[in-house]
């Protein structure tokens, strides 16, 4: 069986000043242009045989640079959509609801363009991706281009964890995880590796 090979994207200005960046299509910065083609060479280290992005421009972007240039875009890789917490900071939002969580107290709805997820909406969105990759699992590796929120919930739920678990899978920007099975044991069995490590 193949690897599941994750990507978040690379640096932008909203995740380098912590704004929550759902639907905003916001481009990567010098910065993180510079770390997703920093990837590369890991990522020629895996057989992979098929590759997803979400439609953002910063996936996308990552993933060309990492030299996954045929990766489909698939919705379902899109950000949590953060309502009216849209380009907001986690300290921002305290101001208003002190002692706020995003896992545990969600977010707010915002304006047409915005509506807001709930933390189940897109744990579903990443069972709905899960169930798409596994069967190409079985022919190699299989790599998907997201974002850090999402790719920590699928995570949880590859585990066959709680949706709100990914909460203790901190992503950074511009970096490569695995996860497998061992024994027929869904694991991680790599994990926030920067590019420079890889």
């Known amino acids: 069986m193949g690897a599941l090979v994750l ?17 905003t299509d916001v481009p990567l910065t010098e910065t993180g242009e510079a770390a997703a083609e920093a990837l590369a060479p890991a990522v ?10 979400s439609p953002a421009i910063r996936a ?14 698939d919705p379902d890789l899109q950000e ?6 849209e380009g907001r900071t986690a300290p921002q939002i305290r101001q208003e609801r ?14 047409a363009e915005h509506p807001g997820e709930s933390i189940d909406q897109v744990a579903a969105r990443t ?7 596994r069967p190409l699992l079985a022919a190699g590796d299989v790599a998907l281009v997201s974002h850090g929120h999402l790719l920590r919930i699928l995570t949880a739920r590859w585990l066959g964890l709680e949706p709100g678990a990914g909460r203790y899978f901190h992503l950074d920007t511009a970096t490569l995880s695995t996860l ?11 994990w926030n590796v920067q590019p420079r490590a890889v």
């Not at 949590?80 to 917490?85: A, K, L, R, S």
């Not at 002190?98 to 969600?106: E, I, K, Q, S, Y």
Request: proline letters at 3%.
């Open 7 to 23: 990507i978040r994207h690379g640096e932008t200005e909203w995740s380098r000043s912590g704004r929550h960046t759902g639907r």
């Open 44 to 53: 020629r280290e895996w057989h992979v045989i098929a590759a997803f992005t």
């Open 60 to 73: 996308s972007r990552t993933a060309e640079l990492a030299g996954l240039r045929n990766a489909q875009a």
């Open 80 to 85: 949590w959509e953060y309502g009216g917490y």
């Open 98 to 111: 002190p002692g706020w969580v995003l896992w545990r107290d969600g977010v707010i709805p915002g304006d």
């Open 127 to 133: 069972d709905a991706v899960l169930s798409r990759v």
């Open 180 to 190: 497998g099975t061992e024994r027929e044991q869904r694991v991680i069995t790599s």
